[in-house]
């Protein structure tokens, strides 16, 4: 089995999702590549759809949900004929090449735009593999069942019907999870982490980030809680690959030793570890992410869109709480901290989940399927 996974230079989830995947496979000896779906139909395209997307979610969130919306209700905007289709489905040709020079025999794609390139490609040039759409959002985004692949692996059981209902045939979802890499499934004791980071293991920890990007009311959320935080309380705030947002906080508050700024990290499952509640958008991996740590979560609703989902499924669940102002966050936020019983609370519900890797279940049956 040689395997590509089809991913999209819109925000880090997509790609990390893919990655959990392909270590997956790696794991049990499959060649396995990544590659994002938009460069085939023109570099170009994919960087302009990587800076929108970046400064939608930065400066614009309010555009990125209504675009959303309108997605939603408007299933034709993806019609065969339809420019945007089209755009979207401009490299099928360059892809057909790839995957045949990679001698690929499975494609799976964790993006929409992904799952349409690959369809479009298969009925143009008649070509015969194993294929799978990978949810990374909880809920089923539009155009999802237009891909017409052969696996839909979807987030959560409840979701079932919300993808039968868009066109999706019952027999092919399987219930998977999302895929996160296989550090997350391991956890280090909570005071060892601290003390890795530098963080005093008496002290409750609030680890803050809004994506890879850096997004939402970070600088006002930070300003709040370092004024009302006390002597028992640390935030640490990563702040991705948003230079401009690290620079401005650690000139401002670098001098305190009870807020601690970073810029990207990669080791995000040990400050996860270390962590006693999590602050952040509700973005499909990140949440995933820490639910299978069974950390506490509060939401900032910075962009919406397919976010309220992710939102809405685990503040049902229990496993997380958000507000509607940043004053509120902020406030919610050092009650929880100061409420063992309430953070205890919210773990149990996490722990309800199935927590199987889902990397690995999405491997081992498309192994099956052969």
């Not at 930065?58 to 089209?86: I, N, Q, S, T, W």
């Not at 102002?325 to 919610?332: G, N």
């Not at 100061?338 to 199987?356: C, F, W």
């Amino acid at each position: 089995m040689r395997v590509l996974i089809l991913s999209c230079n819109t925000g880090g989830g997509h790609n990390a999702c893919a990655e959990a995947i392909q270590e997956a496979f790696l794991s049990e000896g499959h060649p396995c590549d990544i590659a994002d779906s938009l460069n085939f139909s023109s570099d170009k395209l994919s960087k302009f759809m990587s800076w929108g997307h970046t400064a939608m979610y930065r400066r614009a969130p309010k555009l990125f949900d209504a675009g959303y919306g309108f997605a939603e209700k408007h299933p034709g905007m993806l019609a065969d004929d339809a420019a945007v289709y089209k755009l979207l489905t401009g490299g099928t040709e360059r892809l057909c090449a790839y995957i045949q020079q990679g001698k690929y025999d499975t494609v799976i794609c964790t993006h929409v735009f992904s799952g349409l390139l690959l369809r479009q490609t298969m009925k143009e040039f008649s070509m015969t593999l194993k294929t799978a759409f990978v949810g990374t959002d909880y809920t089923c985004s539009p155009g999802t069942a237009k891909s017409m692949l052969d696996r839909y692996f979807i987030p959560a059981e409840s979701l079932k019907d919300e993808f039968t209902e868009q066109g999706v045939p019952p027999e092919k979802i399987i219930l998977s999870g999302i895929p996160v890499r296989k550090e997350f499934y391991e956890k280090r004791d909570k005071a060892e982490a601290k003390q890795i980071l530098g963080i005093d293991p008496e002290h409750m920890h609030l680890l803050m980030m809004c994506g890879s990007m850096g997004c939402g009311p970070l600088r006002k959320l930070t300003e709040l809680l370092s004024a009302r935080m006390d002597e028992t309380m640390e935030l640490s705030i990563i702040c991705g690959t948003n230079e401009k947002l690290y620079k401005e906080l650690s000139a401002e508050y670098g001098d305190k030793p009870y807020i601690h700024i970073h810029g990207f990290q990669k080791n995000i499952s040990l400050f996860m570890d270390s962590a006693d509640l999590y602050l952040t958008k509700p973005g499909g991996l990140s949440t995933t992410e820490a639910a299978v740590k069974n950390l506490p979560m509060v939401f900032i609703d910075a962009v919406a869109g397919c976010e309220e989902y992710n939102l809405n499924y685990f503040v049902f669940l229990g496993g997380a709480a958000t507000a509607d102002s940043t004053e509120d966050l902020a406030r919610l936020c050092l009650d929880l901290l100061k409420d063992k019983a309430g953070l205890s609370q919210m773990e149990q519900a996490l722990q309800k989940l199935p927590h199987a890797n889902a990397a690995q279940r999405i491997c081992r049956t498309m192994q099956d399927d052969e």
